[in-house]
T-cell receptor, first 112, second 110 residues
Framework: DARVTQTPRHKVTEMGQEVTMRCQPI?????VFWYRQTMMQGLELLAY????????DSGMPKDRFSAEMPDATLATLKIQPSEPRDSAVYFC??????????FGPGTRLTVT | GEDVEQSLFLSVREGDSSVINCTYT??????LYWYKQEPGAGLQLLTY?????DMKQDQRLTVLLNKKDKHLSLRIADTQTGDSAIYFC??????????FGAGTRLFVKA
């Protein structure tokens, strides 16, 4: 069955290192979202794309975060340099122009 | 602001009904959603309601919408231990940006 996949599922890294998280949206979905979830802040929208074009990345710290969609089957979220406060679970979700979002299993990032 | 607000915790006994409440802010929101998150997993869409509807029923789930008060509720009938999870209310604003609440953690006691 069709699912959103994310890699890696877990990542432990030292502060200052680059982190790249990948997402494969459901085939045929034209909208991709990146979220960050922490106990303190809950679920935060970082960025989203429609037809591979960024529509809104206002939730993302621009100095260290970047999000791209090199093609329709791959979305990436990079953090460079990473900091301990970036520790969180990062979710990718995909959907159609309007309607429900389908979430991936998440990448649990720990920055020491 | 653009906050979606929910109570943080709800505890019910197995077999009882659960009612999870939510208030949203954007009166022009066209879709409102309920998602469920189980431990270690992503959010899963449970149900949604279009803003011109007052109620939607889907098996054990009933969604009620009061547009005047911007209040949304999710009722789970005959709550089971497998319903224990975090439930998120979400509103879809202009530009298809979705705003999520902080989530309500539902505890079901056997």
């Amino acid at each position: 069955d069709a699912r959103v996949t994310q890699t890696p599922r877990h990542k432990v890294t030292e502060m200052g290192q680059e982190v790249t998280m990948r997402c494969q949206p459901i085939l045929g979905h034209n909208t991709v979202f990146w979220y960050r979830q922490t106990m303190m802040q809950g679920l935060e929208l970082l960025a989203y794309f429609r037809n591979r074009a960024p529509l809104d990345d206002s939730g993302m710290p621009k100095d260290r975060f970047s999000a791209e969609m090199p093609d329709a089957t791959l979305a990436t979220l990079k953090i460079q340099p990473s900091e301990p406060r970036d520790s969180a679970v990062y979710f990718c979700a995909s959907g159609l122009a309007r309607g429900e979002q389908y979430f991936g299993p998440g990448t649990r990032l720990t920055v020491t | 602001g653009e906050d979606v607000e929910q109570s943080l915790f709800l505890s019910v006994r197995e077999g009882d009904s659960s009612v999870i409440n939510c208030t949203y802010t954007d009166s022009s929101s066209t879709y409102l959603y309920w998602y469920k998150q189980e431990p270690g997993a992503g959010l899963q869409l449970l149900t949604y309601i279009f803003s011109n509807m007052d109620m939607k029923q889907d098996q054990r789930l009933t969604v009620l919408l009061n547009k005047k008060d911007k209040h949304l509720s999710l009722r789970i009938a005959d709550t089971q231990t497998g319903d224990s999870a975090i439930y998120f209310c979400a509103e879809e604003q202009r530009g298809f940006k979705t705003i999520f609440g902080a989530g309500t953690r539902l505890f079901v006691k056997a």
